[in-house]
């Protein structure tokens, strides 16, 4: 399985901020969640949510952050999607503020029946692409 | 119609601030919609949402801001409920941090059917102990 | 003054959702927030936060919402900016989902020092470009 | 070292949920910030921020998701503190909705000097109250 990188910038707005002058811990999952659904986005030529009755769980989420990122700075979100079985995706994340790297942390994600709530096997089109992506 | 003020505490923290160090405007909206559902449960008896088919949505929000609030204040906020029509209530808030009358502002929800999505009369319950408050 | 509006699409994301299933009531204020800072570098041609000793800080914010959004939604958003005195320019919101206008608000921002926390003139490049605009 | 687990409990509030109708992953993170600010006041007598010009950063963070929860719901979270250095507390964190186990994770804060941004040692009375915690 060969994979691919996907990168998109976002500026760091005040409401990602807190007291400290800084982006919150917890504010860096926007990035995360915006990351995965601009990927999914971009790799199936639709938006999120999924069709019909399939819908992608977080199951996990961790990050570590390295340095700290302020309002108005600019920001290079790299993802590098990974299937890891037939019923989830783990989401890497690594971003950068220009040269510097800040933050590296995954979410994982499921594919599960959303009226039974239980997991199921990703939609087949999600699979082929990240197989090849 | 007499009117019954209820008030509960909450602390500011360090996600409800942003890198101006003070309360974010938005912030405010949290002890809003906490009072509400805090203001429910108390002449209900029992949690938000209200049961059956029957939402309460916000139509509309607005919020003065005398006065920062910072990391660690204990807010107090007071809510005056008001019936404006078989179908909504204005609740009206007041946020002091001591003697500071630091936020006033409202919300007004609507009661709708949520599978329909339009406007329904409040339940009877709702707007007996409304109009007893 | 002539008035010149801005605009700029943004997408509902799942965060901004609540367990309703539409966009939370105060998340609409990201959009407002967004639009603010958009609006200044455009004007400005560099970002927010101004610089030097001088902040905007929000004094007042109102919303009304027509119609719900949803996840994945793309929004349009409208700013008229207007200087309503020498030290405050209030953001007037128009938000459409397609050819639907779905909310309408403003937010009141007021230009302070800083350090001592007090009322001053905004800086007068910015009430220079919003009379021209 | 004996270790001393400190519980709170908190609703859940309809701005932690999301368009699945249960919270949002990093909405999570909500509870893991009030807890570790609850548990500092307790052993501390006093709120964060510590004083001084020592603050406590967030430099890890990581949570998993076993069962999801609903607008309404009273959680129970279960903080266990733990000195992994003398510079740095590692949060543990278990959250129960009634008996069911429904997330586990932790954060890991680190006591720096706020003006050079640098780690210190942690303040001697934290480090003494955790050891005996």
Redesign the interface.
């Known amino acids: 399985m060969m994979k691919k990188s996907f990168t998109f910038k976002d ?1 760091v ?3 990602d ?6 982006v ?3 504010g860096y ?2 990035f995360f ?2 990351g995965t ?1 601009n990927l999914l986005k971009s790799l199936l030529g639709k ?3 999924l069709k019909g009755n399939t ?1 992608l ?10 340095r ?1 990122s ?3 700075d600019l920001l290079s979100v790299r993802i590098d999607p990974e299937l890891i079985s037939e019923k989830a995706i783990r989401f890497n994340f690594n971003i950068y503020n220009g040269a510097k790297h800040i933050c590296t942390g995954y ?1 994982i994600q499921v594919s599960i029946d ?1 009226n039974r ?1 239980v997991a199921v096997d990703l939609p087949r089109e999600i699979r082929r692409k990240l197989d090849r992506a």
Request: glycine content about 8%; proline content about 5%.
């Open positions: 500026r707005r005040i409401y901020t807190d007291a400290q002058g800084v919150h811990y917890a999952y926007r969640t915006d659904e938006g999120y949510p819908w769980v977080v199951v996990e989420s961790k990050a570590k952050y390295m700290p302020r309002m108005g979410i959303k709530w």
